[in-house]
Nanobody
């Protein structure tokens, strides 16, 4: 089983990015999937959860700006990030919460 993140990049403050987490070896819709991020010199922090039934949960700092979604046909999870701020700069990871499987991460850099 693997998870591969993509979609990171450099964006100006106020801009948007959409991250993709592609799963293989298991079905994303069967498990709890989470997004996390790790900024330089900081601990990894939870960002969002996408439950099998479609419920979503977000950390306070991204509520109203980030939206998690899933494409079951593609077995992919997404994180739409709008109104990005400098503080959102981090490596973003997706995780199969049930198995504790992590992807390799994708870098998001927001210029102020």
């Amino acid at each position: 089983a693997h998870l591969v993140e993509s979609g990171g990049g450099l964006v100006q403050s106020g801009g948007s990015l959409r991250l993709t987490c592609a799963g293989s070896g298991f079905t994303l819709s069967d498990v709890i999937m989470t997004w996390h991020r790790q900024a330089p010199d900081k601990a990894r922090e939870w960002v969002a959860t996408f439950a099998p039934g479609g419920a979503t949960f977000y950390t306070d700092s991204v509520k109203g700006r980030f939206t998690a979604s899933r494409d079951d046909a593609k077995n992919e999870l997404y994180l739409q990030m709008d109104n990005l701020q400098f503080e959102d700069t981090a490596v973003y990871y997706c995780q199969n919460f049930d198995s504790q499987l992590w992807g390799q991460g994708t870098q998001v850099t927001v210029s102020s």
